[in-house]
């Protein structure tokens, strides 16, 4: 590690260098072609550019020479001091090593000349180069290139390759998992992972509504796609509702089936048929939904209640605008930028409205639960394509009520249930071909995750499931190797990956799915993703699911089903409304001042389940007052050297507590050991008790490791005080009374 | 249990947060109820939830179970509490020498409100539209609620209770004695022992060379608000002390709070020099100055961290006070830490009160905990102390603290600094001394801050500041769940019992007061009883990694409002993660386990001993112990 000793005030290079003498670089030209290394590269990866020397500074006082490249895969930067096992992040990625960055994973980059940071625009580079590069990662890393001691030739070549290749328009085919497969012929590897379900067969299907006892019929109509391209090949629906059906509007206007609760509600959800103005056409198509809604009332023997996400609730370039101005507080690049935005924290990130969002998303999804666990009703979701927010609310539904989708496999089925195979488009909300019309771009997937966490933290016992493996599961949205995040539909992906010239064994190219973690991490390191509180289900309990039980319904009693006149034409909305009303006369005297109880049914049917015992294999429900809705710490803040806390932060408890868990694993190991009298087969579970930090831990743990950041203290700088409003306060004497005594 | 559990017990958790602290100390019986099984029954936070008898008994309780000496009042039926959350709920009110009791009427449904008058911090009688002939009063009090009663006015023009309670509750406003000294159980630890200097200063190596231990204040001459026993520069001798006091607010000389074990680098305490308008300088104060820094070979260089923001020092100068001017004392440097005074922090401590109680706003909750400020003091606390733990500790420079009087800043910061640097003070019986020393010893006014038993809540001198620390430490503890051996409940069970006046630890504004007083003799320690339950108050996860110095990131990203204490009474935000709980239902687990390998291997070795010596090489490997580390 070069330490580059504090000032070095020499004649130095403008903008960057106030701090690097030309002297301290010790590199005759004979010996550059020697020691410039090559990126360890995937199948497939080939290089496009690279620059030697490149300065790779950390902090202000440090930096490390080495050499810069860009791939069709990654940017990469080969650090020319030998990086010691030891000091490498306990969650190494098999792909991608801490100083590379996937092209897909860049967010933002500027050029630093003369101190100014400069926004670099894909397509608009011209000859010059910037002495200094920022590289902003949607994983929040923030790297700093100095390109000053490059060849120019090199160094011009190194900055308009990665401009171009991370900021510009790119086609689907370009995507580095279709090179990478062309190389790796493992046509096995999604077969490896049975337990996730990938909802691709009938039968997958099927067995899915068997589990959930859903009276409803898996349909394949949609077998290669002959319906519709939007649509899977196999998907479920009510039993009345007939192939035609689906056939006559390309599966627009069906109830398409999403689960089903035991107590006989059950979620669906539907496309919007487009709103016409020709009156015949509408009437028909009036007909047809309202024929549909029927199919699906008798399926299920409950009236069904509509949610109409087609009319401007959460607008998706809302979120989109929401989390860019979230996401740049945590983008940081230097200390003075990190104390700066700590003045205002809390209006700041309340401004951004990302954890409003959260709040929101939260509350609608428990509206619909209520509907679903209180009050037997089936909920019936309406979007254009019914493949954003159906998306997002259908699975934070089924992670709230059932246990089976909080264990990893189950979310991971979940995710291929809801979002793969029920193509949420991937390739345009994360933008990954970098198009230029981003209005398609929103961060949907990232929300649920979010809405995931926010139930995990407070919740933590009712997840198999750690904080760090959604972590990786959103920095794995980013990664251009796996086909569970690249298409906008099946069709897209089937189409995509089918191969030309068949050769003799294959037809089609086998894109890997996330979930195969083996591809990015070793099985010691996926030990991290193991939720040590997890209280597993008593194994007694054979059914997979716990039967209905009746609900405790003393304090007041929710509409039930029979008073319901008309299901069809109940609108939610309304729904709500009445319930508040007449919650709001139950309990509220007329000495409490109205608008301080005006609680919303979302907040009564919190508080309700919040009196009942706790079942961790239950539903569980968010609280949603601001106090409960914090920042995802972990994702956002894991990078920042001047946020951790050494020696200390959540994840200390958590190794305890893995410590224990697997100390009892061990235990129980022991006695089946005993008991057989014979070895028997090693530890099934891990835990991450099995990493023995070489250093302290700090919060950023699994993430960075801690080479080199210092651990001496942060002091804050720059404390800019907002307290001007009390100033005639705090020009009072403390002491201005001199106090008589009591005693 | 569970079955109760339902819709109509949540009064009983929502009273059980206090009991947890309060009612427990009635009866030392009572195991863990059932119930703590239960998340959000709010034992997560406090595992250790005791409730008076079997929980299931509140139901029959028509009284409080009285404390030694507590002496019913006053018992009124048919009054309404008025509970923000709950609505309006009938019951019987009960009151005592010491608390004020109200219990639900409805058999079926317990719920309990143990309230000890001491919290109260003023009674009103409320306006607004009630039914004819019934009158309301509101209870506000020093924990951050307010309780609002109603009930029938009394036909026969008797007064109301709660002219009662307000005699009760505030017995110093009509020279009666807070209930402290009435209450007569006995513990079998005594609290009172918990803290000898001596001993705490030969824990340190002191005295040493360097550094003697006076008694010049054996009678409270030298300075009125100082202990007797003080550890000050072997080579100034007791008449320099008493010029130096001279120069120093209150005589509040410079004396030793803590010595680093190695680089010999002291922190050293006092108040703000007397430098005045014109300048004043004193030689022997500079002597003295001179004297700490040399004290430590280790450094050129003495820090003096005054807590004040620079203006306000200065405004001190017209007043007499002041600050040290570089000039005046060479090789010192002076920091300014710009820690607001004790109006600034009430009044913060109001807006925050208005924030969290009864109700959260639906929106807006982070601008409105913005707009209190509250934890932006915080933050400048913990970042003044962590200055002052870092030169300690990485610079080996001595450090001198003050404010303007040096009991209130100052001793926030020279004890959250002492918890960063030596890990002694993060177990429960170092925090105690630290408390003992640091704020008891010199010289923290707890009762004109906190006003126990005085009427005149609006006094000018009242003031959170040692709520202040108690929530800094709260939120170190979050930031390293393994470096302390007290819990949540810990912390909170001392703020109870900084308002209850049960216990004698946090009346009177000084050491020599607590003397005249008795206290020691007539009152009883909160550490008696604290000591005397220890299980409740430990942390399961501490790691003992004493000589581990932390330092706190004190950016508000890391920095949280406290809600297990802030916004405990509001039932929905009972939700705290239970892995305390968890955790200690692993290690029971894994005794359990252990019992039963360990049986195991015993009917292994007979049976194979009985079954000839087949493999007497069946060698269980002994389980490996938790990995301690960091």
């Not at chain 1, 487009?274 to 008798?298: E, K, L």
Request: hydrophobic share 35%; with cysteine.
């Amino acid at each position: 590690m070069l330490s580059l000793g504090s000032g070095g005030g020499k004649a130095a290079k403008p903008s960057f260098i106030s701090y690097v003498t030309p002297e301290e670089i010790k590199i005759k030209d004979g010996e550059i072609s020697r020691k410039q290394k090559q990126p360890d590269l995937q199948p497939g990866e080939v290089i496009f550019c690279s620059a030697y020397p490149v300065l790779k500074c950390e902090g202000p006082q440090r930096g490390v020479y080495g050499t810069l490249c860009c791939t069709n895969f990654k940017i990469s930067f080969i650090s020319e001091e030998s990086l010691s096992e030891e000091t490498a992040p306990p969650l190494s990625n098999k792909l991608l090593g801490e100083n590379d960055i996937a092209l897909s994973c860049v967010d933002q980059i500027y050029g630093v000349r003369d101190e100014k940071k400069k926004l670099i625009i894909g397509g608009q580079v011209k000859n010059k180069y910037p002495p200094k590069l920022l590289i902003y990662c949607k994983d929040f890393r923030v790297f700093q290139f100095c390109l000053s001691y490059a060849k120019e030739e090199e160094a011009k070549k190194i900055f308009q390759g990665i401009v171009h290749h991370s900021l510009e328009p790119k086609s689907l085919k370009c995507a580095f998992a279709f090179s990478y497969c062309e190389e790796v012929l493992s046509p096995e590897v999604s077969k490896k992972i049975p337990a996730t379900v990938m909802f691709e067969s009938k039968d997958n299907w099927k067995l899915e509504l068997n589990r959930t006892r859903s009276s409803c019929k898996v349909a394949h109509v949609n077998e290669n796609y002959v319906v519709s391209e939007r649509l899977p090949q196999y998907f479920a629906v009510p039993f009345a509702v007939s192939d035609e059906d689906i056939r006559k509007f390309k599966g627009q206007g069906v109830p398409l089936w999403c689960w089903s609760h035991s107590n006989g509600s059950a979620l669906f959800k539907m496309s919007a048929l487009p709103n016409v103005q020709d009156d015949g056409t509408s009437q028909v198509y009036q007909m047809f939904v309202d024929r549909m809604t029927n199919a699906v009332c008798q399926n299920q023997m409950y009236p069904v209640k509509t949610q109409d996400f087609s009319s401007g609730f959460l607008p998706l370039a809302d979120l989109q605008q929401s989390y860019n101005k979230f996401k740049q507080f945590f983008l940081i690049d230097n200390t003075a930028e990190f104390w700066l935005s700590d003045v205002k924290w809390f209006s700041s990130i309340e401004n951004t409205g990302w954890l409003e969002k959260i709040q929101e998303c939260l509350n609608k999804a428990t509206e619909i639960v209520l509907s679903l666990e209180e009050e037997n009703s089936c909920v019936l979701m309406i979007e254009e394509d019914c493949s954003d927010l159906c998306c997002l609310f259908s699975s934070l539904v089924q992670v709230m009520l059932d246990p089976y989708y909080r264990t990893t496999p189950g979310f991971q089925s979940l995710i291929q249930k809801e979002w793969v195979v029920g193509g949420h488009s991937f390739l345009d909300r994360c933008n990954h071909l970098y198009q230029k019309e981003k209005e398609s771009q929103s961060p949907l997937f990232l929300l649920f995750l979010e809405c995931v966490w926010q139930l995990l933290q407070q919740h933590a016992p009712a997840f198999q499931f750690s904080e760090t493996y959604l972590t990786v599961v959103s920095d794995s949205v980013h990664i251009p190797l796996f086909s569970t995040f690249l298409f906008n539909s099946q069709h897209q992906r089937d189409t995509a990956t089918k191969l030309e010239y068949p050769d003799s064994q294959r037809h089609s190219l086998m894109i890997p799915s996330v979930w195969d973690w083996s591809l990015q991490f070793d099985w010691k390191v996926q030990a991290l993703f193991t939720n040590p509180l997890y209280v597993e289900k008593p194994k007694q309990d054979k059914a997979l699911r716990k039967p209905y039980r009746p609900k405790h319904q003393r304090q007041f009693s929710l509409p039930n089903s029979s008073s319901k006149p008309s299901p069809r034409k109940s609108f939610f909305k309304e729904e709500t409304d009445n319930l508040k009303k007449m919650l709001s006369g139950m309990r509220i005297g007329k000495w409490i001042n109205a608008t301080e109880m005006q609680l919303s049914a979302t907040r009564q049917f919190y508080e309700s389940w919040q009196r009942k015992p706790l079942d961790y294999h239950g539903l569980i429900l968010p609280c949603l007052d601001g106090p409960a809705i914090k920042i995802w710490l972990q994702r956002y803040l894991r990078w920042i050297p001047e946020a951790q806390i050494f020696g200390g932060g959540s994840v200390l408890t958590m190794k305890k507590v893995s410590d224990l868990a697997a100390e009892i694993e061990d235990l129980k190991n022991e006695m089946e050991k005993m008991a057989h009298n014979m070895h028997a087969g090693n530890t099934k579970k891990l835990f991450f008790s099995s990493f023995h930090a070489p250093t302290r831990l700090s919060s950023s743990f699994p993430f960075a490791s801690l080479r080199t950041w210092s651990t001496r203290p942060v002091i804050p700088t720059s404390i800019v005080q907002s307290l001007g409003s009390v100033s005639n306060l705090a020009e009072k004497e403390d002491e201005d009374t001199e106090g008589v005594e009591v005693f | 249990m569970e079955k109760s559990e339902s819709s109509e017990s949540l009064g009983s958790k929502l009273s059980s947060s206090r009991q947890a602290s309060i009612d427990s100390l009635s009866s030392s019986s009572t195991s863990r109820s059932d119930r703590s099984f239960h998340l959000r029954s709010n034992t997560c936070k406090s595992p250790e939830l005791r409730v008076l008898g079997d929980s299931n008994n509140w139901a029959d309780l028509e009284e409080p179970q009285l404390l030694p000496n507590e002496s019913l009042k006053e018992t009124v039926k048919d009054v309404t509490y008025i509970c923000p959350f709950m609505g309006m709920i009938r019951g019987t009110l009960t009151v005592t020498n010491y608390r004020l009791f109200f219990k639900r009427v409805e058999k079926d449904s317990a719920f309990v409100l143990d309230v000890p008058l001491g919290v109260i911090s003023r009674i009103e009688k409320a306006g607004g539209a009630l039914s004819r002939g019934e009158v309301s009063y509101v209870l506000v009090c020093k924990d951050i609620r307010n309780l609002k009663f109603a009930h029938k006015q009394d036909t026969q023009g008797r007064t109301s209770v709660f002219e009662t309670v307000m005699k009760l509750a505030f017995p110093v406003s009509h020279n009666l004695q807070v209930f402290a000294y009435e209450y007569g159980q006995i513990y079998p630890e005594n609290g009172w022992k918990v803290y000898d200097p001596s001993a705490e200063y030969k824990r340190m190596g002191l005295p040493n060379e360097s550094w003697r231990m006076t008694r010049i204040n054996e009678h409270y001459e030298l300075c009125d608000t100082y202990p007797v026993m003080l550890l000050v520069p072997a080579n100034i001798p007791d008449e320099d002390l008493k010029r130096v006091a001279t120069f120093r607010a209150k005589n509040r000389i410079p004396v030793l709070s803590w010595i680093h074990p190695e680089s010999q680098a002291t922190v050293v305490r006092c108040s703000q020099p007397m430098v005045g308008a014109n300048g004043k300088r004193s030689k022997d104060d500079e002597k003295y100055l001179q004297a700490i820094m040399d004290a430590n070979a280790q450094s050129h260089k003495l820090f003096i961290f005054d807590a004040r923001p620079s203006v306000n020092a200065v405004a001190n100068k017209t007043k007499g006070g002041g600050f040290e001017s570089e000039d005046a004392y060479q090789n010192a440097e002076l920091v300014f830490l710009d820690i607001h005074n004790i109006h600034v922090m009430r009044e913060s401590l109001r807006k925050l009160k208005e924030v969290v109680y009864p109700n959260i706003e639906e929106s807006h909750w982070l601008s409105n905990l913005e707009s209190t400020h509250w934890l932006e003091h915080i933050k400048l606390i913990l970042a003044g102390a962590l200055r002052i733990a870092d030169k300690v500790e990485s610079g080996k420079t001595s450090v001198v603290i003050h404010c303007s009087d040096g009991w209130d800043r100052t001793a926030q910061l020279t004890s959250l600094a002492m918890l960063m640097l030596d890990g002694h003070y993060r177990t429960v019986r170092g925090f105690q001394v630290l408390i003992e020393k640091e704020w008891l010893t010199f010289g923290h006014r707890f009762q004109m801050r906190i006003g126990h038993g005085d009427k005149n809540h609006s006094d000018a001198d009242r003031s959170p500041v040692f709520l202040q620390f108690i929530d800094c430490v709260w939120q170190l503890t979050r930031q390293f769940p393994a470096a302390f051996e007290f819990n949540e409940f810990f912390l909170i069970t001392i703020l109870d019992h900084l308002y209850s006046c049960l216990f004698g630890t946090f009346l009177c504004n000084s050491e020599q007061q607590r003397i005249k007083e008795g206290l020691q003799k007539k009152t009883v320690s909160l550490w008696s009883y604290i000591n005397s339950h220890l299980e409740e108050f430990l942390n399961p996860l501490y790691v003992n990694y004493s000589h581990h110095v932390l330092y706190p990131v004190v950016s508000m990203r890391h920095l949280e409002l406290w809600v297990g204490y802030y916004i405990r009474w509001n039932p929905r935000m009972r939700l705290q993660e239970p892995i305390h709980h968890c955790y200690k239902e692993l290690l029971l687990k894994r005794a359990e386990l252990k019992k039963k390998v360990e049986e195991l291997q015993r009917e292994l070795i007979s049976r194979s001993a009985s079954s000839s010596s087949e493999r007497a090489a069946s060698p269980t490997r002994s389980v490996t112990p938790v990995q301690t580390f960091v």
